[in-house]
């Protein structure tokens, strides 16, 4: 894997893939969620995040709240921060009916949780989060910058802004969430982005930094006339 300067964490919900990201690329941290856990097949959240602590070795883990309602969110936060103190209780901006989630948020701040504030799109979210970081406390802002991306927006210009804003933040490192491709990594580092999330799919795809364009070329025209010979497919 290539050196960055910018801390790459991995982002799944299997504890397999945790290990491999740890074993096979130099990854500074772990995240997951619900959506992630769901297609994992995860059914027992608490055995999964023991399995999962012990899997990253005391690297950062990302954890997601389940409940809509703010104070069990409260509840399950701090259920969650006591689990280790490499844990970031994640705290989606808003819940499902847009209600801001800044009151939970910085009062799991002022009792030293230690926050991965997500599900954020816009600078605004962004300003309203370092407002009520409390002194002396470690918290991650996740930017969907990927999901900005989706939309036909490019993610750069409020990235920009964003970083602006979390430098005069001790209390917070920003985070580029929903990476798509190796170029996001290259993308957020040459910014100031703290930390990008990278799924494994992405990861082995480092394998082809700095190869030449017109070797890859080649690569390609090999892979093509492979599968045309498996397939057995003939236009004459």
Same mark, same amino acid.
Not at 102 to 125: D, F, M
Not at 127 to 152: E, M, W
């Given at each position: ?84 103190? %490499?844990? $970031?209780?994640?705290?989606? /901006? ?12 910085? @009062? =799991? *701040? ?73 170029? %996001?990594? $290259?993308?957020?580092?040459? /910014? ?12 082995? @795809? =480092? *394998? ?29």
């Amino acid at each position: 894997m290539s050196k960055f300067k910018i801390a790459v964490y991995a982002d799944g919900a299997s504890v397999d893939g945790m290990l491999e990201a740890r074993d096979k690329w130099d990854v500074a941290g772990f995240t997951t969620n619900p959506s992630l856990m769901k297609k994992a097949g995860i059914t027992d959240y608490v055995q999964f995040a023991k399995d999962a602590l012990a899997a990253v070795n005391g690297l950062p883990l990302s954890f997601e709240v389940f409940s809509d309602d703010f104070e069990v969110m409260e509840e399950e936060a701090k259920k969650l921060a006591k689990l280790g103190d %490499n844990v $970031f209780v994640k705290i989606p /901006i808003t819940n499902s009916k847009g209600e801001s989630s800044i009151p939970l948020i910085e @009062k =799991l *701040s002022k009792s030293g949780v230690q926050i991965n504030i997500t599900a954020i799109l816009t600078i605004e979210q962004v300003a309203s989060v370092v407002k009520v970081l409390q002194q002396g406390t470690h918290n991650i802002i996740s930017v969907f910058a990927g999901r900005i991306a989706d939309t036909g927006i490019d993610p750069i210009p409020l990235m920009k802004q964003a970083v602006a804003l979390t430098t005069q933040t001790p209390e917070a490192e920003l985070l580029w969430a929903s990476c798509r491709e190796v170029l %996001n990594i $290259f993308q957020a580092q040459e /910014i100031g982005v703290d930390i990008i999330t990278v799924t494994n799919a992405v990861l082995k @795809k =480092l *394998s082809m930094v700095g190869k030449d364009p017109k070797q890859l070329s080649l690569e390609t025209v090999q892979g093509f006339h492979n599968d045309v010979e498996a397939l057995g497919f003939s236009i004459l």
